[in-house]
């Protein structure tokens, strides 16, 4: 299958490597199609996920691990009928990055809304979370401090 993406270019891709997301993701509703696409070789630290509906919305995700973060959160009843999950390793959760257009730009993560993906199955939504506990480790040359505060 042959995809247009203003960020990619021309792609052919595997029809079965398309992840759905019945209800779109939040603001973008109507996009329900997309592919996953990352760097050659194994460290790749940022994903892109292209939609197949908009050949412009691409989205720059990572796993939360690599900014030490760690989820706790349960699915309510319509998002497990929605995923599907069976085997809890085909669960994949990644947030979605975006630039902060302040003076010194830096890159930041929806930590409040990780998109849950069914690896397996390949479905997803976006989970919205009301509060995140958060969990900092901060590393001093002499010692580590751990911080936790409650958003």
């Given at each position: ?48 996920l ?48 975006h ?53």
């Amino acid at each position: 299958m042959k995809i247009k993406s203003s960020f990619f270019g021309e792609q052919t891709i595997d029809p079965s490597t398309i992840i759905s997301f019945p209800n779109g993701i939040p603001g973008f509703e109507d996009q329900t199609r997309f592919k996953l696409f990352h760097q050659e070789g194994d460290n790749s630290l940022v994903f892109w996920l292209q939609s197949l509906d908009d050949e412009s919305l691409v989205f720059s995700v990572a796993q939360p691990s690599i900014f030490n973060i760690n989820y706790d959160f349960v699915l309510n009843d319509a998002e497990e009928a929605t995923l599907g999950i069976e085997n809890p390793a085909d669960t994949l959760i990644l947030i979605i990055l975006h630039k902060d257009a302040s003076d010194q730009p830096t890159i930041k993560g929806s930590i409040k809304s990780p998109l849950v993906i069914n690896s397996a199955k390949r479905i997803g939504l976006q989970k919205v979370l009301v509060q995140v506990e958060q969990s900092i480790t901060l590393t001093d040359i002499s010692n580590e401090i751990n911080v936790s505060e409650g958003a």
